[in-house]
Each structure stands twice: as C-alpha cells, then as structure tokens.
C-alpha cells in the first residue's frame, strides 16, 4: 500500500468516524471468511457496518474526532462495528460475540464517552431506535382506534334499530 492510498484509507476513516454515533471495537482472529460474511450480514440487517481496520491507520484517523479516547484498544487483529443508531453497532457485535467465540468485544464509544466492554453489554440490552419509535406509534395511535370504535358503536346501534323498526314495519 502506497503512501496515497494510505492518506485515501485515513480520510475514510475520519468520515466514517465523522458520521457514526456509535463505535465498538473487537477483535476477530480466527474468523472464517463465511463467518465474517455472516456477521457484516448481521449487522447490515441492524442498520450497523463491521470494517476491518489498520491499527496505524485507525490511530491516525482517530486523532482529532470524538472517538481519539478508544485509540489505545487498537493493537493485535482489530475491527470497528459503527452506527449512526446508538444501540445497533453494540447489539449487532454483542449477540454475535454469544455464539461466536472468536469475535471479542473490546470496548467502544459513544460520541466523546468511552465504554469499557461492560457497558457496550448494556447498551446491547437496549431496543434501538427502531424499536422504541414503532412502540412510540403503537402507544400514540392505540387511544385514537378506542375512540373512533367508541364513536363509531353509537351510530352501528341507531342504524340496527332502524333497521329493527323497517323490518317490524314491513
């Protein structure tokens, strides 16, 4: 890797630090090529991405964004699972990390707070953002459907005994 393509990888990097929310950094030794597919799949499928990074490269990407403070956990074969949902990248490495003892959590952070690996665990018990909207609307439009079935009921019974008395009528 020339000295271009390590500058394009850093300013990469930064951008995607730029963006995310969220970082947890692992390490992944011994994962197969298919497991490493079946994990970017997972964490595709949680609104979250898994890159295998370059320690040197990383550091210096690090430097300056609100991520620096993780910088000291890349050493040995590391890889970063970010996100811009503050919950996805730690659910996504977390519940792969239960069935898969070869991808271990290190640590991460959130915006400028560090979290060591028991607070990635937490955060992974989390709903994410996802999940707390839809019950927002459930909790929002369950009173709205009472009240139009209360409304709606009066008017079902005028038009059934309209049409008891054009029945007894006839």
């Known amino acids: 890797m020339d000295r271009t393509q390590k500058e394009e990888q850093v300013s990469s990097l930064r951008k995607i630090f730029e963006g995310a929310e969220l970082v947890v950094v692992t ?3 011994g994962l197969t090529v298919s497991e490493m597919g079946e994990l970017r799949g997972k964490m595709r ?4 991405s898994f890159k295998v990074t370059k320690n040197r490269l990383t550091k210096l990407a690090l430097a300056g964004t609100k991520f620096e403070g993780v ?3 890349f050493s040995g074969p590391t890889a970063i699972a970010y996100s ?4 996805a990248a730690a659910k996504a490495s977390v519940n792969f990390s239960k069935t898969n003892d070869k991808l271990i959590v290190l640590g991460g952070a959130m915006g400028s707070d560090n979290l ?4 990635v665990k937490a955060l992974a018990t ?9 019950k927002l609307v459930g909790m929002i439009s ?23 008395h054009a029945n007894a009528g006839e």
């Open 27 to 29: 390490h992944y030794s």
């Open 45 to 48: 499928e949680a609104g979250a």
């Open 71 to 73: 910088s000291d956990m």
């Open 84 to 87: 811009k949902d503050p919950v």
């Open 116 to 119: 060591d690996v028991n607070s």
């Open 126 to 134: 989390l709903p994410s953002l996802d999940e707390l909207r839809a």
């Open 142 to 164: 369950t009173p709205a459907t009472r009240i139009a079935g209360v409304l709606q009921a009066p008017a079902g019974q005028v038009a059934r005994v309209i049409g008891a």
